[in-house]
């Protein structure tokens, strides 16, 4: 059974930084693609990032590309998402999925099928 779990959710003032963290179980990482999404009050879930299982591909939502970074660590199941320069509208809650197959692209919202809870992230003006 897949279980994520995300944590270094937190407030924040725009312009500063926050890592976010998913450890995930239940099945062989390595070989699955990992991804963010983001849900803000009355709008819809988003996709901003994805990477492969070998972390060998990274892929971004436009209004995150070059801000944020989407990294992992095979060796401990985990999955990061380094938010630099956030905005007030970063605010949202944060979560992580894992790909319903092996070696997804993790580029495509529709690969991903398994989440965790969530963190919430609120920038401050």
């Known amino acids: 059974q897949v279980q994520l779990g995300e944590s270094g959710g937190g407030l924040v003032q725009a312009g500063g930084s926050l890592r976010l963290s998913c450890a995930a179980s239940?099945?062989?990482?390595?070989?699955?693609?990992m991804g963010w999404f983001r849900q803000a009050p009355g709008k819809e879930r988003e996709f901003i990032a994805g990477?492969?299982?070998?972390?060998?591909?990274?892929h971004y939502q436009d209004s995150v590309r070059g801000r944020f970074t989407i990294s992992r660590d095979n060796a401990k199941n985990t999955v990061y998402l380094q938010m630099n320069s956030l905005k007030p509208e970063d605010t949202a809650v944060y979560y992580c999925?894992?790909?319903?197959?092996?070696?997804?692209?993790?580029?495509?919202?529709?690969?991903?099928?398994?989440w965790g809870q969530g963190t919430q992230v609120t920038v401050s003006s």
């Open positions: 999925a894992e790909s319903r197959d092996m070696y997804s692209s993790g580029r495509y919202e529709y690969e991903y099928a398994y």
């Open positions: 239940g099945r062989t990482f390595s070989r699955y693609a």
């Open positions: 990477i492969s299982g070998s972390g060998g591909s990274t």
